[in-house]
């Protein structure tokens, strides 16, 4: 069974302050991805990365960094958190090539106060 | 672009009935995918079932079957007799390409299907 793991299921942060979202897959899948998921927007690429140290911007990229420094880790981070940055996060992970399913993690609630 | 839409915000469906989902697209590529996939209230996505714009059978896993037409550009998610435990938040997604030719999906804005006994 593929997993994939985010650090946490809720987070709450300051405005201004750098987030840091961590997400592991275990299926050696070259592709990551980082989605947010708002109410009636659906999910929106963020980053995406197809290999270690690779990274493509999403549709959403502004405010948002990302890190991929081991295949199975795909780090998120916020460098100064604002508040419409408050959504959940959700991460996922594929096999390289064309139409393969993504495996997303359980999600991470962030908000920011 | 690509672009999905489900029109249907909430369904309702009683236990051991049939419910359809709406989904249509619009894509300009030749060759293109279809994803569905299920988000319970605990968060996770999970995938359902997946259609290739050339296959030719509409396909089916389980109880989850998906209408494929192409003409009209749509592909429905039907799931029949449906279970309290299909209880959840609905996704339609379609393969699109980024800027550098790497695949993505697009999804769409979601439907909410609740169960009744």
């Known amino acids: 069974d593929v997993k994939v793991t985010q650090s946490s299921r809720y987070l709450v942060k300051r405005t201004g302050e750098k987030v840091f979202l961590e997400c592991v897959q275990d299926m050696d899948h070259e592709n990551m991805f980082w989605y947010r998921q708002d109410p009636g927007l659906g999910l929106r690429l963020i980053y995406f990365?197809?290999?270690?140290?690779?990274?493509e911007k999403g549709d959403i990229p502004e405010g948002y960094s990302v890190s991929r420094e081991k295949k199975e880790r795909f780090s998120l981070i916020l460098e100064s958190a604002s508040t419409n940055q408050t959504s959940m996060y959700l991460c996922?992970?594929?096999?390289?090539?064309?139409?393969?399913?993504?495996?997303f993690g359980p999600g991470t609630r962030l908000t920011v106060t | 672009a690509q672009k999905i839409t489900q029109t249907q915000p909430g369904m309702f469906v009683q236990e051991k009935e049939a419910v359809t989902l709406d989904c249509t697209y619009d894509t300009s590529d030749q060759s293109y995918g279809l994803f569905w996939y299920k988000q319970p209230s605990s968060g996770e996505m999970i995938f359902l079932i997946y259609q290739g714009s050339y296959d030719e059978q509409n396909a089916t896993e389980g109880r989850y079957s998906l209408n494929f037409q192409k003409a009209r550009k749509s592909a429905n998610l039907v799931i029949s007799a449906s279970q309290l435990g299909d209880s959840a938040m609905y996704f339609c997604?379609?393969?699109?390409?980024?800027?550098?030719?790497?695949?993505?999906?697009?999804f769409g804005t979601g439907t909410r299907l609740l169960v009744s006994p």
């Open positions: 990365s197809y290999d270690v140290k690779m990274k």
């Open positions: 997604a379609l393969t699109g390409y980024m800027n550098t030719g790497f695949q993505k999906l697009v």
């Open positions: 996922a992970s594929s096999w390289a090539g064309q139409n393969y399913e993504q495996y």
